[in-house]
């Protein structure tokens, strides 16, 4: 392998990779409005989750939403830091899902009372 290259090659998988990778920099915009959901449990596929999901795919199709995101809560210990991320993201609304991660939500509510 000619080592000439190699890093054109890591520049190349960076720059692919990163593409990927979600744009949270929207979300500090004034003029975007984003909304992420957190699940107290399980996925986006089932039961309120579902329903919830479904309810921010219908604001985003009538124009009340510009970017919507979800993390699926997988251990219950996650959920404080789920709720954070879109926090430290900026984004405009974070609906929680179930009642097992009231106290979380309150939590965030009362520790970023202006965000």
């Given at each position: ?19 990927c990778a ?94």
């Amino acid at each position: 392998m000619n080592l000439n290259r190699l890093p054109f090659i890591i520049l190349f998988f960076i720059l692919i990779f990163s593409s990927c990778a979600p744009r949270t920099a929207d979300c500090v915009r004034p003029d975007v409005f984003c909304v992420g959901l957190v699940t107290a449990s399980g996925s986006v596929d089932e039961g309120i989750n579902q329903q919830a999901w479904l309810g921010l795919e219908d604001a985003k199709a009538d124009g009340l939403a510009d970017r919507i995101d979800t993390i699926e809560t997988v251990d219950s210990r996650d959920r404080t830091a789920n709720i954070q991320t879109f926090i430290n993201d900026g984004y405009d609304a974070i609906i929680t899902v179930g009642s097992s991660i009231t106290n979380e939500t309150v939590s965030a509510a009362q520790k970023n009372p202006k965000e």
